[in-house]
């Protein structure tokens, strides 16, 4: 397992952006993983949002936010940055980021099921979009 630190969050008006942060802690390394971003609100599932691949860092994301966030993943730093532009009051959940050996991108943003691919998780983070 990965022992993952994220970053980032916190409050912005719709329209807004924010910047998401995962990084894998000293001694720990994202090779071979893909890396996703989930989110959950009180009383619902946790949803797939973005997920970068392991294979050739292709990038999936949920149909409610294509167009608005963006993930990408920085080697060097051993660190999966999530952008979020256009913020929707919709957006607004504590955002998880997770890493899978090989995991299955493009289904996890898709089917919650997936998830199960994916075994390291972070503390979670808070994002709030005010209309």
């Known amino acids: 397992q990965v022992q993952l630190v994220e970053s980032g969050g916190g409050s912005v008006q719709t329209g807004g952006s924010l910047r998401l942060s995962c990084a894998a802690a000293p001694g720990y390394s994202l090779d071979y993983h893909s890396v996703g971003w989930f989110r959950q609100v009180p009383g619902k599932d946790r949803e797939g949002v973005s997920c970068?691949?392991?294979?050739?860092?292709?990038?999936y994301h949920a149909e409610s936010v294509k167009g608005r966030f963006t993930i990408s993943r920085d080697k060097a730093k051993n660190t999966i940055n999530l952008q979020m532009n256009d913020l929707k009051p919709e957006d607004t959940a504590v955002y998880y980021c997770?890493?899978?050996?090989?995991?299955?991108?493009?289904?996890?943003?898709?089917?919650?099921?997936?998830?199960?691919?994916?075994?390291?998780w972070g503390q979670g983070t808070q994002v709030t979009v005010s209309s």
């Open positions: 997770a890493a899978g050996f090989h995991g299955r991108c493009s289904v996890a943003v898709v089917t919650p099921s997936a998830q199960i691919d994916f075994g390291s």
């Open positions: 970068i691949s392991d294979r050739d860092d292709r990038s």
